[in-house]
């Protein structure tokens, strides 16, 4: 890891240099990354990841116009593309990346997959900073880790497909296997990220709401 000063601030700092995709391949050799959600990140973080040669596979509503929009970008349904629960089910890293109001709805579900080992990801830290209020309490023997792309899924992808890299922040919330940072910065580089800055889960989500860094 690497300490950069951005205009007087140092920042711990991952770069694609220090961890490259080839040692993100690995990491994620025997994983199977379960993106549920194909609205605002889903799409451009599944994408990259399957561009990257990441084992992903898409969960979604069958009857929803984001599951055509899957089958548009490519997934197949029955193949890398599957009802919520067979996804969940199958999966060994679960993308939560259903707005905050699908979050809350869906987690019930997501509950009773969320195996001892597995990983929850998120891309905002709202559903776990106000878990009091959500109701999304992960259970102890998973890893919960973040990483929320400076800008729109959209954004991700068009950069990825120009051989450029978003920024992203990262966060561990809860490590139960040791091998939550490997995790998150693996995903990271795998979603197409160019530098990735440490913070929390709490600070993402108050920087994200008040539009402003909060260190």
């Known amino acids: 890891m690497a300490i950069i000063n951005f205009g007087g601030v140092e920042e711990n700092v991952v770069t694609r240099e ?44 069958k009857d929803s116009k984001t599951w055509d929009k899957a089958v548009e970008d490519g997934w197949v ?4 593309l599957f009802e919520i ?3 969940l089910d199958r999966g060994t890293i679960i993308q939560y990346l259903l707005s905050d109001a699908g979050q809350i709805t869906v987690w019930p579900t997501v509950q ?20 009091e209020r959500t109701g999304i309490v992960p259970p102890a023997d998973v890893d919960v880790i ?9 954004s991700l992808r068009r950069m990825f497909l120009e051989g450029r890299g978003l920024n992203s922040s990262y966060a561990i919330f809860q490590d139960a296997t040791g091998k939550a940072w490997e995790k998150v910065v693996a995903l990271g580089i795998g ?13 993402e989500v108050y920087s994200d709401l008040t539009g402003s860094v909060v260190l």
């Open 18 to 61: 220090e961890f490259p995709l080839e040692k993100a391949r690995a990491v994620m050799a025997e994983e199977t990354i379960a993106v549920i959600g194909y609205g605002v990140q889903g799409p451009g973080q599944a994408l990259n990841l399957k561009d990257n040669g990441f084992n992903v596979i898409v969960g979604q509503r």
């Open 77 to 80: 349904p029955g193949e890398t």
């Open 85 to 87: 629960e067979e996804a």
């Open 112 to 131: 009773k997959y969320l195996k001892p080992g597995k990983t929850l990801y998120f891309s905002h830290g709202f559903a776990v900073t106000y878990k």
């Open 146 to 154: 973040l990483v929320a792309p400076k800008g729109s899924g959209t």
């Open 191 to 203: 979603v197409g990220s160019g530098y990735l800055f440490e913070t929390t889960f709490k600070k």
